[in-house]
């Protein structure tokens, strides 16, 4: 029997858009916000009338929540029909092309440039990553021998071996424990880390169940570099994006901001990982490095920029043939489709649909302090990119809940633009 163990927390990382049949639940709030809501705010972009319900599940569940900027990018058949911010009477005026940091959507362009370094025949996604990294583990300690047994495929759809919830252990959140153990000041490096971890044992064999990893993701990144010769982030630029014609992404900030790119908020603090002074800080201003998740949750990006990123995986993209296409929807083996009928494939999650047509729908979700995401493509030729800058508030709902409104919203229209607006926004 196939088995795929996603366990609670990496389940509710998982969920996201659930596609023909949203797992979330509840979409848009409850009397304890509806108490509170602020003013409606103001939205910038361009829409079309019969795309209003679109404007209304974004306005809804924002002010449930107390966000003061988002912004949706929608495609149709191809085309940008519209493209959105949305924010309220603050000095910050909140466009379409304004930057949002994208957490755990980057996934999917670390993966897309694992895929094309492989079709561009510079490796192969069955290579071990011990092949291209090394794993030395710190003095007095031993490497787990299942390691070799460590493939491209493997971190890149998370059946690694490392499981965050059986060890209470996500390395890429754990700078203080890491820095302490190895002696070494903060902030950390992707080497300190993959020192550290090259020294822990493995949760369970290579391949046989599926746990979110981000730290497979950040030992990507640094397969990406070895390979390629370039910074992860310049090689992603240079042989994805700008093919794509996509020029504003790019890895974000830890404290700083990059110009138009807009501010995070959460209600929480935390302990500074930025240096060595224990300092409390807001949240999403050095509770965790940007640099260090660079490859598995550091981009920032608008909606629009995210929607034309999704478009790169459509049949005809200018930068993955139709073999590298087939990969990333490729089951997992033996792992395969988990009960729940989807399943991880390369930074993508993916549910096989068959009612009402053939087909797939593809997701992601992305959640760090200050910041929450989600990217959908639908089989029938729809998708869409809604950005936040926060993911948590007094209000206590979900963020999750923003999956199933928007899928309401696209079925509540009944006609769609023909106009494109890619050389309004894109550009």
């Known amino acids: 029997m196939n088995r795929t163990r996603v366990s609670r927390r990496s389940f509710g990382k998982l969920v996201g858009a659930a596609g023909a049949g949203t797992l979330a639940a509840g979409a848009l709030g409850g009397t304890r916000a509806q108490a509170a809501l602020v003013p409606i705010w103001a939205a910038t972009g361009t829409t079309a009338t019969t795309l209003h319900p679109f404007d209304n599940a974004m306005r809804t569940f924002m002010q ?68 291209y990294l090394d794993l030395t583990p710190p003095a007095g300690q031993a490497a787990d021998p299942r390691l070799a047994q460590v493939s491209l495929w493997r971190i890149l759809q998370h059946t690694g071996g490392w499981d965050r919830d059986l060890t209470r252990f996500d390395p890429v959140a754990k700078d203080l424990v890491i820095a302490r153990s190895l002696g070494v000041p903060l902030e950390l490096t992707h080497a300190d880390v993959i020192r550290f971890m090259s020294g822990q044992p ?125 990969r990333f929807w490729a089951v997992p083996s033996p792992t395969g489709i988990n009960d729940n009928g989807w399943y991880y494939g390369l930074g993508w999650q993916v549910r096989p649909v068959t009612t009402g047509g053939t087909g797939r729908n593809t997701w992601h979700t992305g959640s760090l302090p200050g910041t929450y995401s989600i990217v959908v493509r639908t089989y029938h030729g729809l998708s869409w990119a809604a950005v936040f800058n926060r993911r948590d508030d007094e209000s206590g709902l979900t963020y999750g809940d923003i999956d199933s409104a928007l899928w309401a919203a696209s079925r509540a229209v009944t006609s769609w633009p023909t106009h494109s607006l890619w050389s309004t926004y894109l550009a």
Do not use: C
Not at 70 to 85: D, E, P, S, W
Not at 113 to 120: G, I, K, P
Not at 266 to 286: E, F, I, K
């Open 202 to 326: 493995l949760s369970h064999d290579p391949g046989s169940y599926v746990s979110y990893s981000n730290y497979g993701y950040l030992l990507a990144g640094r397969v990406i570099e070895a390979v390629s010769g370039q910074p992860y982030e310049t090689y992603v630029r240079q042989k994805l994006l700008a093919p794509m014609g996509i020029t504003r992404m790019a890895n974000g900030w830890s404290v700083a901001r990059h110009s138009g790119e807009v501010g995070y908020e959460s209600q929480y603090t935390g302990t500074t990982v930025l240096d060595n002074s224990g300092a409390t800080v807001a949240s999403p201003y050095g509770s965790f490095s940007m640099r260090l998740h660079d490859a598995n949750g550091g981009w920032i990006a608008s909606a629009v920029d995210l929607a034309r990123w999704a478009s790169a995986f459509d049949t005809g993209s200018p930068i993955l043939n139709s073999t590298s296409l087939g």
């Open 64 to 131: 449930a929540r107390h966000i003061s900027a988002g912004q949706l990018a929608v495609t149709y058949k191809g085309r940008l029909v519209l493209a959105r911010g949305y924010g309220n009477d603050s000095p910050e005026t909140i466009q379409p092309t304004s930057l949002f940091r994208v957490a755990s959507l980057s996934k999917s362009l670390t993966a897309a440039a694992l895929v094309r370094l492989a079709q561009d025949g510079k490796l192969s996604l069955g290579d071990p990553i011990g092949k």
